[in-house]
């Protein structure tokens, strides 16, 4: 039995989820800032949060946007890790769960991650898990109101069937 598993968010996480973020500021920023609205984040339709097989505690979570279906098939992820939860192999076991959800549920052909280049725990994690570094996109996204550079992480479903 795993030690973790992904769910979707309902409503009731609100609280946890708030004070998780409260929690980890020191440890997302400057990569990532909390939500601006907890009851839209909550609402996102890929939004899965990463929790403790024993205890149900939220401990991360991922996102899977802006799926772009067609000729793609591909999508953008995003994940964070909550204090005092990362750097204990949890994040590398839900992006397993994530990308079969990805590749095998919502049959996506490719997944991308768009990653600051300091961010070397984020870097770890991906290429871990197959990613394979692409590009290089100068003032990609505006975080923090402060444009940054992001490198481009992909993996491809290789089983993927139209």
Not at 57 to 66: A, E, L, P, V, W
Not at 89 to 105: D, I, S, T, W
């Amino acid at each position: 039995m795993s030690t973790v598993y992904l769910r979707k968010p309902q409503d009731s996480d609100l609280i946890e989820v708030e004070s998780a973020y409260k929690n980890s500021e020191s440890l997302h920023q400057p990569w990532t800032y909390p939500p601006s609205n907890f009851q839209n984040y909550l609402q996102q339709e890929g939004r899965y949060f990463l929790c403790l097989t024993a205890t149900h505690q939220i401990i991360g979570t991922f996102n899977i946007s802006n799926i772009v279906r067609g000729h793609f098939h591909s999508a953008y992820l995003g994940y964070e890790a909550f204090h005092p939860y990362q750097a204990h192999g949890y994040m590398r076991l839900g992006l397993n769960l994530l990308l079969h959800e990805a590749f095998h549920v919502l049959n996506l052909h490719r997944l991308e991650a768009n990653i600051q280049p300091e961010n070397l725990a984020s870097i770890r994690l991906v290429a871990g898990a197959g990613f394979v570094k692409e590009g290089f996109s100068k003032q990609y996204l505006n975080i923090g109101s402060e444009w940054k550079d992001h490198e481009r992480w992909a993996i491809i479903n290789e089983d993927w069937a139209g």
